[in-house]
């Protein structure tokens, strides 16, 4: 296994991404604590028990550009 040292470019593009999921992190929680307080306060048999994910801006590779193979 071989390791190459990243560009500067290339750190700023790991920053900007990280960023991005920690943002998508906390408006997800934040959601998900909207969605458990509302169905909190609604009477019994209100409302789904089916939990919902919003996409992640990690999954499949998208966030970070790059294609499979290229790390």
Known sequence: MSYHRLTPEEIEDLRAEMRAAGHWMKAEMARR????TETEASPPGAGST???????PMS??????????NE
Do not use: I, K
């Open 33 to 36: 604590r909207r969605v458990r």
């Open 50 to 56: 089916e939990s919902v994910q919003s996409p992640s």
């Open 60 to 69: 499949n590779g998208g966030a970070s550009g790059s294609a499979p193979g």
